[in-house]
């Protein structure tokens, strides 16, 4: 608990709090003195009842002025050092908040240092005023900004000096935040001395280290410098330290928080560059796999016709060297009639296999049908596809069941819808429909947020939630044995990626197989 006399403000003086102490002290109408300090005050009703300050009453001076870190609000303090009047204190603080308030803003150093002596010079009247900064490492003192001879705020930072030449410097540094006092001495400007008079060094720190001081003389007026005075100046000094270190620390946040910005930027950019690299490697996979399938599916027909067509070269030579030895029999005739015959009818089914497969894999290629976009309507669509398939579906006794809004249109290519349908039945037919009673399809569609959603399923064997993104593939299929190639799924996701969609497996618990297909409008 701080037990000292204080009081909290924000820092355009329009509220503040007294604590106990500063009530016991102070004895004046709040609000008729403290608004005469800051015009614009406002104090709400339950601080006018509980704060009452005695006019006049000897208080205890002067006063610690601290800015809250991060916040807008000061502490004022009132050290009990030195006695003083009230009318003084008024004035000390009323002078401090006013300079201050103009620093509030700057967010460099440079900008503070010239602020402050501009401000000073004003507001508190001061005939000469220099910051200066040490740089400990060389044993220098530096400058910054300061009043030259007549008064005038100049540049000073090319000014440089030893510390060891400066004797009072080490004594001072014991001094922290006070004005060390020489009442009658010589005063200099540029190393030339320029009349005699009072100066003052307050040594100001940023938190622990003491980072420089600020001198000042009465050289143009020769005035007095009056106690109050003085003890402004130790405080001017530590309200310099404390803006210098919130600075510093606000300027080091701020370059760690670019530098990080930096560096997260990099990654996110070296993240992307990873990323497009995989979806090429992942493209480039599956060109490879896609290509490496379709010559095994295509080699199979091929090489049994090559098979039957050499057998007839072969009996074909045979059967030449037999006429032109005047060998041939009317039993090898048959014979090679009948070989032929086999072999020929052998490649001709193989060679039709292979033209099949051609055409399947026509369909791989996503580009084909681009330019026959139409407007279609969801429902009749649907209803269009499952009458033209009535008749397997009728042969294999299945029910179809759909529920599909029948507002629902969108611009879209009839043929792969037809495609992506029929090949869905297809595979219920083939692979769901194995022993199953009562065979079921339903189809469903509605818009769910702004998209078309529609639901494929079936009550047949499922698919093993393992395989839900293999089957999707080219070349998996679990039927090869049985002619199927694995490309019915592959199309449909290609198809549905060209409308802009997206189709995935439901992981569900019922039986079956749930497929779900999202697209645009
Ligand atoms: N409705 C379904 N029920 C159970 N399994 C299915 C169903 N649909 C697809 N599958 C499984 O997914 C695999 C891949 O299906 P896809 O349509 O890609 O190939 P396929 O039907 O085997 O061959 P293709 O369609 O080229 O004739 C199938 O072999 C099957 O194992
Ligand atoms: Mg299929």
Redesign the pocket.
Same mark, same amino acid.
Do not use: A, Q
């Given at each position: 608990m701080n037990k000292k006399p204080s009081i909290i403000m924000d820092i355009e003086g329009n509220n503040c709090i007294f604590n106990k102490e500063a009530n016991k002290v102070f004895n004046l109408d709040l609000l008729d003195d403290i608004r005469e300090l800051f015009p614009d005050i406002y104090l709400d009703k339950d601080m006018e009842s509980q704060n009452c300050i005695k006019k006049n009453t000897k208080i205890s001076y002067p006063i610690n002025l601290t800015l809250f870190k991060n916040t807008n609000h000061w502490l004022i303090e009132i050290k009990d050092s030195l006695e003083c009047q009230w009318d003084e204190f008024v004035k000390c603080q009323r002078l401090l908040h006013v300079l201050f308030l103009d620093l509030i803003s700057i967010n460099s150093e440079k900008d503070l240092y010239k602020t402050l002596i501009i401000k000073a010079r004003k507001i508190l009247n001061i005939d000469r005023i220099g910051i200066l900064l040490f740089d400990s490492q060389n044993g220098k003192i530096k400058g910054t900004w300061g009043t030259n001879r007549w008064g005038e705020v100049v540049d000073q930072s090319s000014y440089e000096g030893y510390l060891a030449e400066k004797d009072s410097y080490k004594e001072s540094l014991d001094f922290k935040n006070y004005a060390v006092y020489n009442h009658d001495t010589y005063l200099y400007d540029d190393g030339e001395i320029i009349g005699r008079g009072w100066n003052t060094k307050s040594i100001f720190y940023a938190g622990q280290k003491p980072v420089g001081w600020i001198s000042c003389d009465n050289s143009i007026s020769k005035k007095p410098l009056p106690i109050w005075k003085k003890e402004i100046l130790g405080e001017l000094a530590r309200m310099t330290g404390e803006f210098l270190f919130n600075l510093r620390l606000e300027n080091h946040l701020k370059s760690e928080v670019e530098k990080k910005t930096v560096k997260l930027n990099k990654t996110i950019q070296e993240l992307k560059e990873t990323q497009d690299n995989l979806i090429e490697a992942e493209k480039l996979a599956s060109i490879g796999s896609l290509i490496s399938g379709v010559a095994h599916e295509i080699n199979t027909p091929i090489g049994v016709a090559l098979t039957g067509v050499s057998h007839i070269e072969e009996t074909t030579k045979d059967l030449m060297e037999k006429i032109d030895g005047g060998r041939l029999k009317k039993k090898d005739l048959d014979i090679f009639v009948n070989d032929s015959l086999y072999s020929s009818t052998l490649c001709v089914s193989s060679l039709k296999r292979a033209g099949e497969l051609v055409n399947?894999f026509k369909q791989l290629s996503v580009d084909q049908e681009s330019t026959n976009n139409e407007e279609l309507n969801l429902s009749e669509l649907v209803e269009n596809v499952l009458l033209s398939i009535k008749y397997s579906t009728k042969l294999n006794g299945i029910k179809v069941e759909t529920d599909i809004d029948k507002n629902i249109n969108f611009i879209g290519n009839p043929k792969s819808f037809y495609q992506i349908l029929t090949?869905?039945i #297809?595979?219920?037919i083939?692979?769901?429909f194995i022993n199953i009673p009562k065979p079921l399809i339903k189809i469903s569609g509605r818009i769910i947020s702004g998209k078309i959603d529609v639901n494929y399923s079936?009550n047949?064997?499922?698919?093993p939630k393992k395989?839900h993104k293999k089957?999707?593939e080219p070349f998996?299929?679990?039927?090869?044995n049985q002619?199927? &190639?694995?490309?019915?799924? #592959?199309i449909?996701y290609n198809s549905v990626l060209k409308q802009g969609g997206k189709i995935s497996i439901k992981d569900h618990k019922d039986k079956? &197989?749930q497929f779900n297909i999202q697209f645009n409008i």
């Open positions: 399947i090949n869905l #297809n595979n219920s083939v692979h769901g079936d047949g064997v499922g698919i395989l089957v999707f998996y299929t679990t039927k090869r002619g199927n &190639t694995g490309l019915g799924l #592959n449909i079956g &197989t």
